[in-house]
């Protein structure tokens, strides 16, 4: 079989790979499946006027007249035609189920407010109210004691933070005032006293009462009542707690570690808080009253502050 000179050997047909000799020889192809003139053996396929005997065809030549274009077939079945490969990434990173939990906002916590004064007809309940509670009184008066209790048996959530609790907080280089008040004692007590505050507000922020203890002097400025009022806020309600000297002196003899004072300590300090008295604030004598018995008598005394708030 004789090919013309210069055409290409037309590979070999391979089934599946959609490959036809009449999609890369157009004039050969012809309707009844018989080849054209040109595939006859010892011929050379017409090219046209500027072919000649002998000479290579032009292979840039037009094809020939009478044949019109042939579309390439169809693929065959299961062949896909070649085109860009779409990427597949290496890693496909599966759908996050959603969290459990997750970050929940909070109000931040800003200056408490005075109570609102309910009717004139009705009595407050103290028990029931998110209020924010100041007890006072010195050393070994119960006020950690009472104010837990009291935190523990209310119909509302509350909080109980205490001075000398967060005051403790620091380890080494605590300051303690036993040693003596100076510098450092009443800037680690400053610094306890705000901590407090931000805490107490941002409980009451969220619905939370709070109840604080700390043994606040009337005469000393620095440990003064504006402190609490500036950290917390004008709604802060103080109670003073204050038993006689000598329930002060057993309860302070039963304390262990820097909670325990000498009883020269706790008479001065005993003495100091006399000065509530006359000073508009209520003032508690629980001398004669246990944890459970105070803790009922504070809620009285709550009920009117709110009802009408002390002036301080």
């Not at 094809?63 to 070649?82: L, N």
């Not at 459990?100 to 009595?123: D, E, F, K, N, Q």
């Not at 300590?265 to 508009?280: C, F, K, L, Q, T």
Request: hydrophobic letters at 35%; proline letters at 15%; charged letters at 15%.
């Amino acid at each position: 079989m004789q090919h013309a000179v210069g055409s290409p050997l037309p590979p070999p047909h391979q089934s599946g790979h959609g490959w036809t000799p009449a999609a890369h020889d157009p004039g050969a192809h012809h309707p009844g499946g018989h080849p054209g003139p040109a595939a006859h053996q010892g011929q050379v396929p017409h090219q046209g006027p500027a072919a000649h005997q002998g000479s290579a065809p032009h292979q840039g030549s037009p094809p020939h007249q009478g044949s019109a274009p042939v579309p390439p077939p169809p693929p065959a079945p299961g062949f896909a035609p070649p085109g860009p490969v779409p990427h597949t990434p290496h890693h496909v990173q599966a759908p996050q189920a959603p969290e459990t939990t997750g970050h929940v906002p909070l109000p931040p916590g800003g200056p408490v407010g005075m109570p609102s004064a309910p009717p004139a007809a009705s009595v407050p309940d103290a028990s029931t109210t998110t209020i924010a509670v100041l007890l006072i009184g010195p050393a070994g008066a119960g006020k950690t004691s009472v104010a837990k209790y009291w935190a523990d048996h209310r119909r509302v959530p509350t909080a109980h933070i205490s001075l000398d609790d967060v005051r403790e907080w620091v380890r080494s280089g605590f300051a303690d005032p036993q040693s003596g008040w100076n510098d450092n004692s009443e800037a680690q007590y400053r610094l306890a006293r705000r901590t407090c505050g931000f805490a107490a507000r941002n409980f009451l922020a969220n619905g939370i009462s709070c109840i604080l203890d700390d043994a606040v002097f009337p005469d000393r400025p620095v440990v003064g009542l504006g402190g609490w009022k500036r950290h917390v806020g004008p709604g802060l309600l103080p109670v003073v707690l204050l038993p006689g000297l000598e329930i002060v002196l057993e309860r302070n003899a039963e304390r262990a570690g820097n909670r325990r004072l000498t009883d020269e300590e706790v008479a001065r300090i005993h003495g100091r808080m006399a000065g509530w008295y006359g000073s508009g604030l209520p003032i508690i004598d629980n001398s004669q009253l246990d944890v459970p018995q105070t803790a009922r008598v504070l809620d009285d005394v709550l009920a009117r502050s709110i009802a009408s708030p002390p002036q301080w």
